[in-house]
């Protein structure tokens, strides 16, 4: 996995967890974000979330529809150092 997949990989398991922590249907969710300006057919919704694939601002109208006020970042796992061999 490159650093791109991971952090979108990241990006789809906050979505959806957080998305199942508040028991949010992404009907609700759809129609939470058209309150903040975003119109989108929930099967998109679920298309996009399950995808992984969205810009931060997508990111911050989720998260802004859902009520969520901080998430922690995740971080890259450090590099393992090279085995030396002998």
């Known amino acids: 996995m490159n650093k791109r997949e ?3 990989a990241q990006a789809k398991t906050i979505i959806k967890g957080l998305r199942e922590d508040k028991n949010l ?5 759809a129609r939470r974000l058209a309150s903040v300006g975003v119109v989108i057919d929930v099967q998109v919704l679920i298309n996009r979330i ?3 694939k969205f810009s931060f601002t997508f990111a911050l109208q989720l998260l802004a529809a859902m009520d969520v006020d901080s998430i922690e970042v995740p971080r890259l796992p450090a590099p393992r150092p090279a085995k030396k061999v002998k």
């Open 6 to 8: 991971f952090y979108e």
């Open 25 to 29: 249907s992404y009907k609700e969710l």
């Open 50 to 52: 399950n995808a992984g």
